[in-house]
């Protein structure tokens, strides 16, 4: 499997793909040789940035874990889920969002201008919106004050629905996921994702990078996340097997989330046909 034409950038996923956290995220392990293909980029000058689908931190607390662990990822390099809703909250002009997430995720929602409440204090009945994100904590009274928003008429938007991540104890769910299913459930309404595969986060991907979106290399190891943002925004799909995906899933992937390549991890991507010289 050949790539017929190169990327002039490149989007990474975290988990899985640049590094393995544990279950509650909370320590990192770079994956083998990554370290080293970022580095061969920025010597290359070929742009990249770090997108991941985890809401738990802002930028400015998760990048220097990574960097902790060798990864040369400055802090305006990594991008959230929360970087991709709180443009949008912001655009729209909701005057109170309902967040179901942890203090990090109102914090990095807050850091861009979204005025958000969470469940139980004051305002918390008007929100215009219902935002759920990394929240191993949440409640039945979380999921029922977030249920009567949505029934009322409030926009209903996630950092993820993607079920699964890996991690280096094995797959592990998604919060998130498992929140909306609930929500979904009670009122009928699905969410509209801001993290990967959404179409606003890929727009974020290619702006920030500085070119189009069909000149982006969207490396990661999850088939939904990635692969199928990648397809469906005419970008690159390079799939890894260091994750969630082995080689035999990748290959019985239907064509909307079929990688263009597969590589068993991101230190191929040092060979000299999958780089821009």
């Known amino acids: 499997m050949t790539l017929n034409r190169q990327p002039k950038g490149f989007m990474f996923d975290l988990d899985g793909t640049l590094i393995l956290s544990d279950r509650k995220l909370g ?3 770079a994956i083998p040789g990554a370290a080293e293909a970022l580095a061969a980029l920025d010597e290359r000058g070929i742009p990249w940035i770090a997108m991941t689908n985890g809401s738990a931190y802002p930028a400015r607390v998760q990048a220097p874990r990574l960097r902790a662990v060798g990864l040369p990822v400055r802090d305006d390099r990594l991008f959230t889920p929360n970087s991709v809703a709180g443009r949008a909250m912001v655009d729209r002009g909701y005057e109170s969002v309902l967040v179901l997430g942890t203090l990090g995720v109102v914090d990095a929602l807050e850091e861009l201008g979204v005025p958000c409440v969470q469940p139980g204090e004051n305002g918390a009945a008007e929100a215009d919106c219902v935002y759920v994100a990394w929240h191993p904590d949440c409640s039945m009274d979380d999921i029922h004050a977030a249920c009567s928003r ?4 409030a926009d209903f938007l996630t950092a993820s629905d993607v079920p699964f991540f890996a991690t280096r104890d094995g797959r592990s769910f998604g919060y998130s996921c498992a929140i909306n299913g609930a929500i979904a459930r009670v009122t009928g309404r699905e969410p ?3 993290g990967k595969p959404s179409a606003l986060a890929l727009s974020l991907v290619a702006e920030q990078l500085g070119i189009d979106a069909s000149d982006v290399g969207v490396v990661g190891d999850d088939a939904v996340a990635e692969i199928q943002m ?5 970008a690159i799909g390079i799939a890894v097997t260091s994750g969630s995906t082995s080689a035999d899933e990748w290959t019985a992937q239907p064509e909307e989330r079929a990688p263009h390549l597969v590589i068993d991890s991101v230190c191929d991507l040092l060979d000299h046909d999958l780089l821009p010289a």
């Open 150 to 153: 949505v029934l009322d008429g």
């Open 230 to 234: 990648a397809r469906a925004g005419g």
């Open 192 to 194: 509209e994702p801001t």
């Open 27 to 29: 320590g990192y392990t």
